[in-house]
């Protein structure tokens, strides 16, 4: 269980990091802070480069911490938090990411989520400094304020498009 555990936590939490890398630099694919800022605002999205950079280095940090096994619920917690936002986005085009649905920030929620519930398992820094036994309240805490912050992001930073942006093509997403 703990080797499942270290595999899933390492290829979900790098991914989820370089999905923040891209938003805030060129590396990765990335189009650099000024493209993450643009991809907000085609998204419908206030707070220009402020958003783009908080969305980047919460998957950042909440990527790193998942690899790491380090703070789990809180890692998990904001990494559902961001990828929910990202659902959002993409509910429009429905489920399949084929036709750029929410299928894969889905999965990335629903991961963290049962990271958060499980543990981040025996090879973990966690494990190491003696955090391997959180509290359930902890982790559901998690599970309901990561989602639930996301959401109140979405309410909060979004805006309708305005005739000009309506006609617009979209960029692509999370």
């Known amino acids: 269980m703990d080797t499942g555990l270290l595999i899933l936590r390492v290829v979900v939490g790098l991914l989820i990091a370089g999905h923040g890398v891209q938003k805030v630099s060129y590396r990765l694919g990335g189009h650099g802070l000024v493209g993450g800022t643009e991809e907000f605002?085609?998204?419908?999205f206030r707070g220009g480069p402020l958003t783009?950079?908080?969305?980047?280095?919460?998957?950042?940090?909440?990527?790193?911490?998942?690899?790491?096994g380090a703070l789990t619920p809180l890692a998990a917690m904001v990494a559902m938090g961001v990828m929910t936002v990202a659902a959002t986005v993409k509910l429009p085009h429905g489920l399949w990411v084929q036709d750029d649905g929410y299928e894969y920030p889905l999965v990335l929620v629903v991961v963290s989520g049962?990271?958060?519930?499980?543990?981040?398992?025996?090879?973990?820094?966690?494990?190491?400094?003696g955090l391997t036994a959180w509290?359930?309240?902890?982790s559901l805490v998690a599970l309901v304020l990561g989602p639930s912050s996301g959401l109140l992001s979405r309410a909060v930073l979004?805006?309708?498009?305005?005739?000009?942006e309506g006609t617009a093509v979209a960029c692509p997403a999370d």
């Open 158 to 164: 979004h805006r309708p498009p305005t005739p000009q």
């Open 114 to 129: 049962a990271l958060a519930l499980t543990g981040p398992g025996r090879w973990s820094a966690d494990h190491t400094v």
């Open 41 to 44: 605002r085609h998204d419908g």
């Open 135 to 138: 509290p359930m309240w902890l």
């Open 52 to 68: 783009a950079l908080a969305a980047g280095t919460g998957q950042i940090g909440s990527g790193l911490l998942l690899a790491l």
